[in-house]
């Protein structure tokens, strides 16, 4: 009897264990496995890092079985954990909410463009996950949250100042300039908004969420059978063409630049109807002549008229309805660095336990060379 009940025991575990086994490959299908396999084996220029899978367990015991206490935050479609890996290293995970086979090439799509990216202002993409129910993304912990939460619910013992503003506003531009020219293949974000992008503990700022994003080939038409984005932030032009250009990006960035001005949201809280949308509202500040009676109570007052100035008309030039007058990305970097530079802001002084922390230094940095893509993409 003793030997049977130690049989069945045996035999229990190990049908047991083999149903999970199967149920993870199942999952690995599902979630898109073979698809990432095959992108990683078409990648002929070895321009994409191998991607790490993690175990369904250990993100399991990381997130402490995806405990409610360890949420960072909640989207339409996906829940973002706070973890701790074995070793002591704090990830951000993020859980898709639903299980949507027309979303996997969307995830797919996110792990594949960050594999590719290698830029001290884009999130770290340290792996992912297929085995389980809903797929996985596996980042780098980025600890002061998101640049929306910092304009529209600012911190009195950490005040997002002029010069900060000015920093993060650059690093983004820098980024996306990468993105469209110093990648191996030209990178179109396509859903930039404040709330993509993170701060991170010296709060330089880290560009996130790809899962939208599209690598460009020179022989394709940018159209998409459908408008991706958030509203408020989707250049008009793009709604009406269904072409994504990189000037559609600029269009998106010129928004959040209006955001970091005024300290509105891209769609704001008002009864008047022409005068919800960011966009609009900024345009007749600047039409009307009145644009200081717009600007955030800190940017009017710590910020110089003609740095002010420069920064508004540059925003206007992104939100330009005809995207053929936009300014690219490269242009829109470096004019924010010359804005940095004649404000003579060369090191940005946290009051964190009295320590100094240095930012890039614009002068010198790469991203403004002239020269081939190739040479740029190593500079990062």
Excluded at 296 to 307: F, I, P, S
Aim: aromatic share 10%; hydrophobic share 35%.
């Amino acid at each position: 009897m003793l030997l049977l009940l130690i049989g069945a025991w045996w035999l229990y575990k190990f049908i047991k264990r083999r149903k999970a086994v199967k149920l993870k490959q199942i999952f690995f299908k599902r979630n898109g496995g073979l698809l990432l396999k095959q992108r990683l084996a078409s990648n002929n220029e070895g321009n994409i890092v191998k991607t790490k899978l993690f175990a369904s367990k250990e993100l399991k015991k990381a997130t402490d079985n995806y405990n409610t206490n360890r949420i960072l935050g909640q989207g339409g479609q996906d829940t973002v954990y706070k973890g701790m890996l074995a070793k002591g290293r704090i990830v951000a995970i993020k859980k898709s909410k639903i299980v949507d086979k027309k979303k996997v090439e969307e995830f797919i799509n996110e792990v594949v463009i960050l594999s590719q990216i290698n830029h001290r202002n884009v999130v770290k993409l340290l792996g992912c996950c297929l085995e389980t129910e809903v797929p996985l993304l596996v980042y780098k912990f980025i600890p002061n949250g998101t640049l929306f939460h910092h304009i529209n619910k600012e911190n009195e013992e950490f005040p997002i100042t002029w010069e900060m503003r000015l920093r993060i506003a650059t690093e983004v531009a820098s980024a996306l300039y990468y993105l469209h020219s110093g990648a191996s293949i030209p990178i179109y974000h396509r859903d930039i908004k404040s709330t993509n992008i993170l701060l991170d503990e010296k709060y330089r700022a880290k560009v996130s969420d790809f899962g939208t994003s599209r690598s460009i080939t020179v022989d394709q038409t940018h159209l998409t059978t459908h408008v991706q984005g958030t509203f408020g932030y989707v250049d008009l032009e793009y709604f009406q063409s269904s072409q994504f250009t990189e000037k559609s990006d600029a269009y998106s960035f010129g928004v959040v630049l209006a955001e970091l001005l005024t300290g509105e949201k891209s769609i704001r809280s008002t009864n008047i109807e022409e005068n919800r949308s960011l966009v609009a509202y900024f345009h007749s500040a600047i039409e009307e002549n009145r644009l200081f009676e717009v600007l955030d109570t800190r940017v009017l007052k710590e910020g110089g008229k003609e740095e002010i100035m420069k920064f508004a008309n540059l925003t206007r030039r992104c939100l330009n309805p005809n995207g053929k007058k936009r300014p690219t990305m490269r242009e829109v970097a470096t004019e924010l660095a010359g804005n940095i530079r004649a404000s003579d802001c060369k090191t940005f002084v946290v009051q964190d336990n009295y320590r100094e922390i240095d930012y890039l230094d614009y002068e010198t940095a790469i991203l403004f060379r002239t020269g081939s893509s190739s040479n740029t993409r190593s500079s990062f």
